[in-house]
């Protein structure tokens, strides 16, 4: 991971008191406390894994004894039936820490399985995949981290990392250039100025003003065609809006440098993976 592990320790312990709260009614009253067992996760469809280290993280809080040994890691290909990680410890621990694991590396699985699909439908043009900051509150870093496992690249963290000029941004200002007029005033040297353009005309005025990043905002590939030919590289262009699986080959041979779709994080199937007791 190249998140700080106290960053994902705070994470995962808010998951884990949402689920066990007070008492695991049914595992407290079943079982020993010092009962031990052997698990394994095997996947159950094919795709790209990721979280694996978070979800071992999991058992490792609530069991000081947890051992694991880990067949795949982050990033791999796995296929339906694959051996993920072998693991023992305490059988309460396991069984109260197996749905919050999982939850973790089946939803940062799916995502790093759905990013990979697009990449490989735009290999061997110019673009690249971001994710957006459509994200599941908490869950950003995860959800990135996951997106970059796949092969795609991150778009902002938060709203310090760049200054994207929204639609409802530029109608408040009274127009893209006087926005972006006010913004260069302010910011500093290294911060990025990126404007969202919904027609030709702005893009031509989002150009004209100096905007480092231009976004697409649901535009046509006919149209997008003819704003690549309007920048002429001189400056980053951004598609963005209803970028479907079937879509982004056509989009992404344009012309265009990036192709953010937000669905990466904020609606992805989740990824099947079991836990099985030995």
Do not use: W
């Not at 231009?214 to 065609?225: G, H, R």
């Not at 030919?229 to 400056?235: E, K, T, W």
């Amino acid at each position: 991971m190249i998140l700080p592990q106290f960053y994902i320790d705070d994470l995962i312990k808010s998951a884990i008191t949402e689920d066990i709260n007070y008492i695991d009614v049914a595992t407290d009253y079943l079982l020993d406390e010092n009962h031990v067992s052997e698990a394994y996760f095997v996947s159950k469809a094919e795709g790209v894994l990721c979280g694996l280290d978070v979800a071992m993280r999991v058992f490792q809080l609530l069991d000081s004894s947890f051992s694991c040994t880990l067949h795949k890691r982050d990033g791999d290909a796995v296929k339906k039936g694959d051996l993920i990680a072998e693991f023992s410890g305490k059988t309460v621990k396991l069984l109260k820490g197996e749905r919050t694991a999982l939850n973790l590396i089946q939803h940062m699985s799916g995502i790093a399985t759905a990013t990979s699909l697009c990449v490989k439908e735009i290999e061997g043009t110019r673009a690249t995949i971001a994710d957006t900051r459509k994200t599941l509150p908490g869950l950003r870093s995860l959800q990135k981290y996951a997106v970059t496992c796949g092969g795609g690249k991150n778009h902002r963290y938060n709203l310090s990392d760049c200054a994207m000029l929204k639609d409802n941004h530029i109608d408040a200002k009274g127009g893209i250039t006087p926005a972006v007029k006010a913004l260069r005033e302010k910011i500093g040297h290294t911060v990025k100025i990126e404007v969202e353009t919904r027609t030709l005309d702005e893009v031509r005025e989002a150009l004209s003003a100096g905007a480092d990043i231009i976004m697409l905002d649901n535009m046509d590939n006919e149209t997008m065609a003819e704003a690549v030919r309007i920048v002429d590289s001189n400056a980053l262009l951004e598609a963005s809006g209803n970028l479907t699986k079937e879509r982004l080959r056509s989009v992404a041979e344009l012309g265009v440098d990036i192709l953010s779709i937000g669905a990466l994080t904020h609606s992805v199937e989740a990824f099947d993976i079991s836990m099985k007791m030995k």
